[in-house]
């Protein structure tokens, strides 16, 4: 309670000091990541942690799936470093401060890869001697020249396919301080034969050139498709970033300090998309010598140079993505920068960012770091209680005063395959059945199964229905008995497999002898597959009967609308009445207001259900019948 009371008390602060702040967006992937298959990353591999230069390199570069959480700094001293990532890696920053400084990311003919939280730049390659792969004094145009990664932060190139780049920081240095555009090339690069990428909420800054996609105008692929949505520019000059022979998708970005922005270049059609341009020259254009086309839509462009718009087009964008678009343009400029880069992804109850804590049944944060265990709730409403629904389908043990029925019960069983169907087939394909196998039968409303029962003397009685259901229909079912409907709606809900066999629990009020009991099939799925039929031959509920019969009176049994308790004063001093109904839910919880009370039951539906009245030492458990 201490710790909830203190981050409530942190998030009061939180909102008191700067009550502008956006609640956190979803983070869900979305964009053309999410076709051709989707991305899941090492989502199938095992998760191992990387704190220096060689893990990373050995775990991205093996051809074995993995999630790889990076900690702390890593780096390969002066002359950098490159990591070639293979496929299906997930490589995941922890916390706020998981930095590659002078490592250089590749994903080049590798397909299926996830990189997020991570802050990444080549700033940490400091060799300034000619060295290859490293640093070039007169690089591709005169000018010195990063060698490492080709100059990139992230190059993407070859054959890949599927790549999600989420929350990262990627940048260089000033452009204003560092003034060689060719020193770096760009933050992040898209070439060659590649698609289906989506980046999403990083924070990209301070760069010459931020990103192409199409590394020439010559480098055209139709399937070249990649979303760029909620990144946060700043004092990116060109490249925001250059599309080329691709389809685009480019919205709810916001770009501040750049000079020439989102270049439009052949063969492509990009919808630009409520995003929030500021302090540039231009926002949106083509050149004339490759021009490309564009489809815009509610973008805010402040005070750009005048310079005509790409040609208009449809872009074909075949995924849903309202759930994460922001669709007040305005809100961009604020909510773009509170939630891109590392540490934002969203914290859990106890605050801790990526951390596994959630509030359990008694609205308590546990797990995680909280050093606590979930409590549990038992069906009498008992915190941590022992109370647990019996075969019989009532709420027994604990504190409830009730035994559970399996204690005095003997089971008879009756396999559903020597009952009479009306149609269907007895079928053997699904392992785990009792019996010579169980009865299938045919999909549709109104079919029946039915079984002759004898006892030896008349009273309520329970009963189980053992059952397996892979399908994700209820397949419900009326239950008569000598003609008569007992329950309107028995319940057979899902099992999770065929295979998986599981009971369904009821009583019924059932005549000396033969009772005929038909189930009828309530769904057009007809029944589930029915195993076999158990009925307790034992007492109908074994309960504490504290006090004789003739304390407690119950009055009309069955009844239509209403029931009357009549009790003895010793029995109704300090009682509470619980009613339940045959699979042990909890409908009415009060006290006991006198001795003689009634329960409106109008609203219930018909059936046999349980009324217990208890006081500090007597415990008294009724059935009643509702018509």
């Not at 008694?362 to 709730?377: P, Y």
């Not at 769904?523 to 006090?547: H, Y």
């Not at 509470?576 to 039951?601: A, E, H, M, V, W």
Request: with cysteine; aromatic share 8%; charged share 15%.
């Amino acid at each position: 309670m201490k710790r909830l009371l203190l981050l409530l008390a942190s998030i009061c602060l939180l909102c008191f000091a700067s009550t502008s702040l956006h609640a956190q967006p979803n983070f869900d992937l979305v964009g053309f990541a999410t076709e051709n298959g989707g991305t899941t990353g090492g989502q199938s591999g095992t998760t191992v942690t990387a704190t220096s230069y060689a893990e990373l390199k050995a775990y991205a570069e093996s051809t074995t799936p993995y999630i790889i959480m990076v900690q702390g700094t890593i780096s390969n001293g002066a002359n950098g470093g490159k990591i070639d990532i293979q496929s299906n890696k997930s490589i995941i920053g922890v916390g706020n401060n998981a930095f590659l400084n002078g490592i250089g990311l590749e994903i080049k003919n590798h397909n299926n890869v996830i990189i997020q939280n991570l802050r990444i730049t080549l700033i940490g390659v400091t060799t300034r001697i000619d060295t290859p792969g490293v640093y070039s004094s007169t690089g591709d145009n005169g000018q010195p020249q990063i060698l490492v990664n080709g100059g990139d932060c992230v190059s993407i190139s070859g054959t890949s396919t599927n790549i999600w780049i989420d929350h990262c920081e990627i940048f260089s240095e000033d452009p204003s301080v560092q003034t060689n555009k060719d020193l770096y090339d760009g933050l992040i690069d898209i070439k060659g034969t590649t698609g289906f990428i989506t980046i999403s909420w990083c924070y990209i800054h301070d760069h010459h050139k931020g990103g192409l996609v199409g590394a020439s105008d010559t480098d055209l692929w139709a399937d070249r498709k990649v979303t760029l949505h909620h990144n946060y520019y700043n004092k990116v000059l060109l490249r925001v970033p250059m599309y080329r022979g691709s389809t685009g998708h480019f919205f709810n970005n916001y770009i501040v300090g750049a000079t020439d922005a989102t270049e439009i270049r052949a063969n492509t059609c990009v919808r630009v998309e409520k995003n929030y341009y500021e302090t540039l020259h231009y926002s949106i254009y083509t050149p004339s010598e490759s021009p490309g086309s564009t489809e815009r839509i509610d973008n805010i462009i402040i005070s750009q140079a005048s310079r005509p718009f790409p040609n208009d087009c449809v872009a074909d964008i075949p995924y849903s993505y309202a759930s994460v678009l922001t669709s007040n343009t305005a809100d961009v400029k604020t909510l773009v920068p509170q939630w891109s880069g590392v540490g934002k992804m969203g914290n859990d109850c106890n605050g801790d960012y990526l951390g596994s804590a959630y509030m359990d049944d008694c609205d308590t944060c546990v797990g995680g770091n909280t050093g606590l265990t979930a409590c549990v709730m038992d069906c009498n409403g008992k915190e941590n209680g022992t109370a647990t629904v019996d075969g019989c389908g009532v709420c027994s043990g604990g504190d409830t005063g009730v035994t559970p029925c399996d204690d005095s019960c003997s089971w008879a069983e009756y396999q559903a395959e020597d009952g009479i169907i009306s149609s269907g087939t007895i079928d053997s394909n699904h392992v785990g059945y009792t019996g010579t196998g169980f009865v299938n039968t045919a999909n549709a409303i109104g079919e029946w199964c039915e079984y002759v029962i004898n006892v030896t003397t008349a009273g309520t009685y329970n009963l189980r229905f053992r059952y397996g259901n892979g399908g994700i229909v209820d397949r419900s079912q009326s239950v008569a008995v000598n003609g008569s409907t007992q329950i309107n709606n028995l319940g057979f809900p899902n099992t999770g497999a065929w295979t998986t066999w599981l009971n369904t629990n009821f009583t019924l009020n059932l005549s000396q002898g033969n009772n005929t009991i038909r189930f009828t099939s309530l769904t057009d799925s007809g029944a589930a597959n029915l195993d076999r039929l158990d009925i307790c031959s034992g007492e109908a509920l074994s309960v504490i009967q504290a006090s004789s019969e003739s304390n407690f009176s119950l009055y009309p049994n069955p009844t239509h609308t209403q029931v009357t308790l009549e009790l003895k004063e010793d029995i109704a001093k300090n009682a509470f009445i619980q009613l339940y109904d045959s699979t042990g839910r909890l409908i009415i919880n009060q006290p006991l207001k006198d001795s003689k009370q009634s329960l409106n039951l109008q609203g219930l539906s018909s059936g046999v259900y349980l009324i217990k009245v208890s006081n500090f030492n007597k415990h008294i458990v009724k059935r009643i019948i509702k018509l």
